[in-house]
């Protein structure tokens, strides 16, 4: 292969004179504000990493694409590249005219010149780039329910990057890496694509890729936007970080990739293989299902798990980058060594970690064994997820107005409190009405505003560690729901439904709403003129009649305990 694989790329950007100039003129355009999704592509438009691509796609091209996976002018390009924006928007603007594209604090990163607009058909566009029109792919989802609904199209001038504010020395540019590959006479490079924390795993695999292709090593994880629910990126860069030195410094490098994933399957490999190729890369590693989503709405899995391997080998002597097939490597007990899962002779033990196993061995402060992975990696994640009495978390005690809910709260904070460990908050009803939500009345959407501002504060506790005591009434089950979804991001969810009757709590009338409620005085109360709405499986149901308060908020410290949330 001739150095000339490493010569520079064409970027989009202009020279800081011009761009200095333009930023000025820019100031008078209509302008708009790029998502966390477009900044990422604008990104690789602008330095290369989308070469060919000179803007977010025309009508043409992005029927093309849609189409058969090709630029109109014939070029290989799997993946639909547009600006979306709403329709308030593309009223004002018209093709032929400039618009200023700009960062989430107003900065103009470029100038884009808008030749097409036009509304998408958006499910033939999940049908053929995602394989099925269905909102459980979450590139699907973000196409219907996120994405703008009309797209423009033009060439773009960058005038500067998007700022970056962490892990500055592992962000490269495509014309970097290849200055960086040709400096140290690397003349052929296999890149490794993640979205996940390396394990031991994971490390066998590069090894045996980049022995088997003669090439060194390139770890290129992305730190755009990957599928809900991945581990953060702060604390995956710190894990690869920490992997790093298992690997030989002279024949590997990192550098972190800021692209918004579309978890696309097979396309998404293809698309992955060309901006690897721009990047200098000469082969490319392809698992088993990549940048797969899971699974669709049926329960089956979108793609099967050497779909992409195929539409990769079909297209690789076009795209000009060499797929090295990704084998399923797997411990083997008796050697004490991973092997490929194809390749295993004789009667042995194969042991495995799911990513679930692993994060619930995380979550619940489980053992992970070393021939997993390294305990510089497993350290870090530790971090993110304290042994389960460590942890923040939230109970949330409904049920009718006087039921005992605030007095069964109060004693369980006393309680916790005089255990010790970690700070105890209090949300109850009179209190957040005063603090958080005075301008509030009672009718259900305000009701509803309010139990949602409680499950917020909460969720921020229960992120920071501590322990949220919550004792709204909480009538709707579709509000406790988001509640705890809220909640559920950070820590662990426990629904106390405190089951008083009606009639006992009417014939309790401690603060006298019910005699005002039956008298007509107090409109929407809940248990009489309004309804209240059972939970069906909360983590705990408590009777409190003829059962002392006492009893009732030990019942709640027994089933903390049983979860692991505290020690006994």
């Known amino acids: 292969?001739?150095?000339?694989?490493?010569?520079?790329?064409?970027?989009?950007?202009?020279?800081?004179?011009?761009?200095?100039?333009?930023?000025?003129?820019?100031?008078?355009?209509?302008?708009?504000?790029?998502?966390?999704?477009?900044?990422?592509?604008?990104?690789?438009?602008?330095?290369?990493?989308?070469?060919?691509?000179?803007?977010?796609?025309?009508?043409?091209?992005?029927?093309?694409?849609?189409?058969?996976?090709?630029?109109?002018?014939?070029?290989?390009?799997?993946?639909?590249?547009?600006?979306?924006?709403?329709?308030?928007?593309?009223?004002?603007?018209?093709?032929?005219?400039?618009?200023?594209?700009?960062?989430?604090?107003?900065?103009?990163?470029?100038?884009?010149?808008?030749?097409?607009?036009?509304?998408?058909?958006?499910?033939?566009?999940?049908?053929?780039?995602?394989?099925?029109?269905?909102?459980?792919?979450?590139?699907?989802?973000?196409?219907?329910?996120?994405?703008?609904?009309?797209?423009?199209?033009?060439?773009?001038?960058?005038?500067?990057?998007?700022?970056?504010y962490d892990f500055k020395a592992r962000r490269d540019t495509p014309n970097e890496l290849r200055a960086y590959f040709r400096k140290l006479g690397w003349r052929k490079v296999v890149a490794f694509q993640t979205r996940n924390p390396l394990h031991r795993a994971h490390q066998e695999l590069t090894f045996r890729a980049a022995r088997e292709a003669q090439a060194n090593l390139l770890i290129h994880p992305?730190?755009?936007?990957?599928?809900?629910?991945?581990?953060?990126h702060f604390t995956r860069v710190r894990c690869y970080e920490a992997v790093l030195d298992q690997y030989q410094q002279s024949t590997t490098t990192m550098s972190l990739l800021n692209l918004a994933m579309r978890m696309a399957g097979p396309r998404e490999a293809v698309w992955h293989g060309?901006?690897?190729?721009?990047?200098?890369?000469?082969?490319f590693i392809v698992g088993r299902d990549h940048a797969g989503p899971g699974k669709n709405s049926a329960g089956e899995d979108f793609y099967g798990p050497y779909d992409a391997q195929e539409l990769f080998r079909a297209h690789q002597d076009e795209m000009g980058i060499e797929m090295v097939p990704?084998?399923?490597?797997?411990?083997?007990?008796?050697?004490?060594?991973?092997?490929?899962?194809?390749?295993?002779k004789g009667d042995v033990t194969i042991l495995n970690i799911s990513g679930t196993e692993l994060r619930r061995r995380l979550s619940e402060g489980l053992e992970i064994p070393e021939w997993f992975s390294f305990p510089a990696v497993v350290e870090e994640l530790r971090k993110t997820k304290p042994a389960r009495h460590k942890q923040g978390f939230t109970v949330f005690f409904t049920g009718f107005s006087g039921s005992g809910k605030s007095t069964i709260a109060n004693a369980l904070m006393v309680k916790l409190m005089e255990m010790g460990g970690r700070p105890v908050t209090l949300l109850d009803g009179d209190v957040v009405r005063k603090n958080l939500s005075s301008e509030l009345g009672f009718s259900k959407e305000h009701r509803d505003l309010n139990i949602r501002r409680i499950g917020y504060v909460a969720s921020e506790i229960t992120k920071n560690g501590g322990i949220a005591i919550c004792a709204p009434i909480a009538p709707y089950t579709a509000t406790r729901r988001a509640v705890r979804e809220d909640v559920e991001q950070f820590g662990a969810f426990i629904e106390v439904h405190?089951?008083?009757?009606?009639?006992?709590?009417?014939?309790?009338?401690?603060?006298?709403?019910?005699?005002?409620?039956?008298?007509?005085?107090?409109?929407?109360?809940?248990?009489?003129?309004?309804?209240y709405e059972v939970p069906e499986s909360p983590e705990l149901r408590v009777e409190t009649e003829n059962v002392e308060v006492d009893n009732c908020a030990h019942q709640v410290l027994l089933k903390l305990e049983s979860m692991g949330l505290i020690k006994s």
């Open 326 to 344: 990704f084998k399923h490597m797997v411990y083997v007990q008796e050697r004490a060594q991973y092997e490929p899962a194809d390749e295993i």
């Open 274 to 283: 060309l901006i690897r190729k721009n990047h200098g890369c000469t082969h």
């Open 498 to 531: 405190v089951a008083t009757s009606i009639e006992e709590c009417e014939r309790r009338d401690r603060k006298g709403l019910y005699k005002l409620a039956r008298e007509g005085k107090i409109k929407e109360f809940t248990g009489i003129s309004d309804p």
């Open 1 to 164: 292969m001739s150095m000339s694989i490493l010569a520079p790329i064409p970027e989009l950007y202009v020279s800081y004179e011009s761009a200095q100039k333009l930023k000025v003129e820019a100031g008078d355009l209509p302008s708009w504000d790029l998502t966390p999704r477009q900044i990422c592509d604008i990104e690789l438009l602008m330095n290369g990493g989308f070469n060919p691509l000179k803007g977010f796609l025309g009508k043409d091209d992005y029927e093309g694409v849609v189409e058969n996976m090709r630029l109109a002018g014939g070029t290989l390009w799997p993946m639909p590249i547009t600006l979306d924006v709403d329709e308030k928007f593309a009223e004002v603007i018209k093709e032929g005219q400039d618009i200023a594209l700009r960062d989430q604090e107003g900065v103009i990163l470029a100038i884009m010149s808008v030749t097409d607009k036009w509304e998408p058909n958006k499910s033939v566009e999940a049908e053929k780039v995602f394989g099925a029109d269905d909102t459980a792919h979450p590139a699907v989802n973000y196409l219907h329910n996120t994405a703008g609904k009309i797209y423009l199209g033009g060439p773009v001038t960058g005038i500067q990057p998007p700022v970056h």
């Open 222 to 232: 992305i730190v755009g936007m990957t599928k809900p629910g991945d581990i953060d």
